[in-house]
């Protein structure tokens, strides 16, 4: 029987494009395998530039909520008739999921291990010592499942034409990972005084709001609506010299490019397991002079400080300095 391998990973953007390295890997490893992914309608455009043998289903979790919800999730992806299941998220809703295909099914079933306990110790010793990325908890519950992956074979997605220019991405989903707007701004300010372009990512009303104001700076432009989906970012921004994010999954977007990553990070660390596919620590901008740096894994602790001295210790110089590297 051809093996069909069904991975499930429906959130957080971030960690469902920290996928693609490895399903890129094990598309490569095993090309008489079906791999089929399990996920956010939103992605599903860069999935579908993975090889061939790579499907996407597109699931949008809020149509199965509930019990039966879940059961008719489960019923769906049964009907794909996977061999092997990898649930990747492991989830209150992925852990159902996986109760009822080992309750109707005898099929192979591993889950990503998130070692939460290790997080903790993470946060509260000293020194930081680098934790194993969720691209390596991914391709050891791949390992688990009977499939031992390289995921070093990754390849980013190549350029179609050299644009040039700086790409920033100033925002996050929580406050602790977004470098101040105002310090930001001044960012912008001075990287357009050096005759720089500079485009503007980001998503909804209210950043578009900020973006277009900061575009009454020579050289300025807000791509917020202005590109079709996560894929025709992806391009415009491998066209890029450089892009400036946060600790955001505009950071793992840029990193499947071979475009330049600057990152900024405050109450999160690189060293935490999370960093973009394939980049330089020598590239991130971080206080390392603070006991109480990191505070959270995620970013969504308040300031024990009240003002995010890891942010705000960061001045605007010094990030126009770094990305200037690479233009």
Not at 17 to 46: C, D, K, N, W
Not at 92 to 109: A, G, N
Not at 176 to 192: I, N, Q, S
Request: charge should be positive; hydrophobic fraction near 40%; glycine fraction near 8%.
């Amino acid at each position: 029987m051809k093996k069909n391998i069904l991975l499930i990973r429906f959130s957080a953007l971030g960690d469902v494009l920290m996928t693609i390295p490895v399903v890129y890997a094990l598309a490569h490893q095993y090309p008489s395998a079906r791999i089929t992914v399990a996920g956010p309608p939103l992605v599903q455009g860069l999935f579908e530039r993975l090889p061939e043998n790579v499907d996407f289903e597109p699931i949008r979790v809020r149509d199965y909520s509930g019990l039966r919800g879940i059961y008719r999730l489960y019923r769906r992806l049964a009907n794909l008739q996977p061999t092997h299941i990898c649930d990747l998220h492991d989830v209150l809703r992925t852990k159902v999921v996986r109760l009822f295909f080992s309750l109707f099914s005898r099929l192979p079933i591993t889950h990503i291990r998130k070692r939460r306990r290790d997080q903790r110790r993470f946060l509260s010793r000293q020194p930081k010592t680098q934790q194993p990325t969720v691209f390596t908890k991914y391709a050891d519950a791949l390992r688990r499942l009977g499939f031992p992956v390289d995921s070093t074979l990754f390849v980013p997605f190549p350029v179609v034409a050299h644009k040039g220019g700086i790409g920033i991405a100033p925002f996050a989903a929580h406050k602790g990972k977004v470098y101040p707007l105002k310090k930001m701004e001044e960012v912008v300010r001075l990287l357009a005084e050096r005759g720089q372009r500079v485009y503007i990512f980001g998503a909804g009303e209210e950043e578009k709001a900020i973006a277009e104001n900061w575009t009454r700076y020579d050289g300025v432009k807000s791509m917020i609506g202005q590109l079709g989906g996560l894929a025709q970012e992806l391009d415009f921004i491998a066209q890029l010299d450089v892009m400036l994010t946060m600790d955001s999954a505009n950071m793992h977007l840029a990193a499947l490019t071979s475009t330049p990553v600057v990152s900024i990070w405050g109450a999160t660390h690189p060293y935490g397991g999370f960093m973009g596919w394939g980049q330089d620590i020598n590239n991130v901008l971080q206080r390392e002079d603070l006991p109480c740096r990191p505070c959270s894994m995620y970013g969504k602790k308040t300031c024990t400080q009240g003002d995010y001295p890891c942010l705000n210790g960061i001045s605007p110089e010094s990030v126009v300095e770094r990305v200037m590297l690479f233009c």
